[in-house]
């Protein structure tokens, strides 16, 4: 369904609202129906940089499920940052992460990942010594191939041009026009009737359902991460 056809739906329901407001609430459902099901994934490349701990995500990203090294996939660290202490490679003797980096046979045992907004953190693993202060440290190695897997939100519909089409699979377009008309059903106002908006998201959740289900399929597209140095 195009843009136009969504408004109008909406509009047999809610004829005093305007274009822009439904637009923009359409935007919020396909925020919504995205985030909980997950139905569109995406990946991203990049390489690894010297002493570069962050690389800046794309602001599309919704979960980051899955990165690998080299194609190796490597674990989460869980707590990031604030779970243990993290040193650079410039750091001084017996302080930071000048020691010699542990051998590992699998980027699995060497490289963790963590998350912090929309910035992923990629580190190493430290050699194992007794005056050393930090378990892990920034990563020591260029030129590794960084490959992230993300569920991300659709494009958004823009003002000016009704003929759009949302990146949602097309059975679940009318799912947007359920969610909008549930919204203003909820507002002050004439049309204010919380039963028939629980009808209509009782609908936008049976759609959701479906989405999970065709989610699972694994549709994915692929893209850059932007670098950022830390």
Known sequence: MTLKELLEVVQLHHPGQGETMIRQGLN?????????????????????????????????????????????????????????PIGDVDDEAGVGSTATPVTAKAKADKYAWYLDCKTLYIVEKCAATVDYLYEWQSVSTAGMKIKVYYTRKAAKYSANDLTLVSELPSQFHEALSFKVISDFYKLPGETFNLQVAGYFDQEFEKEVREGKKYAKRGHQRTGFIQPWSY
């Not at 940089?49 to 869980?78: N, S």
């Open 28 to 84: 919020r459902a396909q925020d919504n129906f995205s985030a909980k099901t997950g139905i569109l994934k995406a990946t991203a490349n990049d390489t690894t940089v010297v002493a570069q701990r962050g690389y800046t995500l794309h602001d599309e990203m919704l979960e980051l499920y899955r990165v690998e090294l080299d194609t190796e996939m490597i674990p989460k660290l869980i707590g990031g940052a604030l779970s243990v």
